[in-house]
């Protein structure tokens, strides 16, 4: 395994995880769940050999959680959680992750693009 890849899939990873402690109160880090660990996401990437698809495997990991327990509870007068913004931030983020290109990727963006200039005649001394 190139050892840039998997710098750049930790990298990745990390700012999901920073994007999640923002915008995921419910998954923030406890003593039952801590923080995902730096090998267990190199042994996605030898894995899954894409930045991209361990970012994506993490935060689908992530949203089935949340969506596993009730999305609202209200005690009356008391408190009121909700979890279906958190539930809808992970799945943008997904779907912005699917549409740009990992670190790892090759881009592919097509550079065959065939121009011409119009050159205007001067006058000579």
Same mark, same amino acid.
């Given at each position: 395994m190139r050892r840039g890849a998997a710098d750049s899939a930790l990298l990745l990873a990390a700012t999901f995880e920073d994007l999640c402690e923002q915008r995921c109160t419910a998954l923030a880090p406890s003593p039952a769940r %801590? @923080?995902? @660990?730096?090998?267990d996401l190199i042994s996605r990437y030898e894995r899954l050999r894409s930045a991209k698809a361990v970012a994506l495997e993490v935060l689908h990991e992530r949203l089935a959680v949340l969506v596993a327990? %009730?999305?609202k509870v209200t005690v009356n007068g008391v408190a009121t959680i909700d979890n279906s913004a958190n539930v809808t931030a992970l799945e943008r983020r997904a779907a912005q992750i699917n549409d740009e290109t990992a670190p790892d990727e090759q881009s592919t963006a097509v550079h065959d693009v065939l121009t011409t200039v119009q050159l205007c005649a001067r006058r000579r001394r």
């Open positions: %801590p @923080d995902t @660990d730096p090998n327990e %009730p999305l």
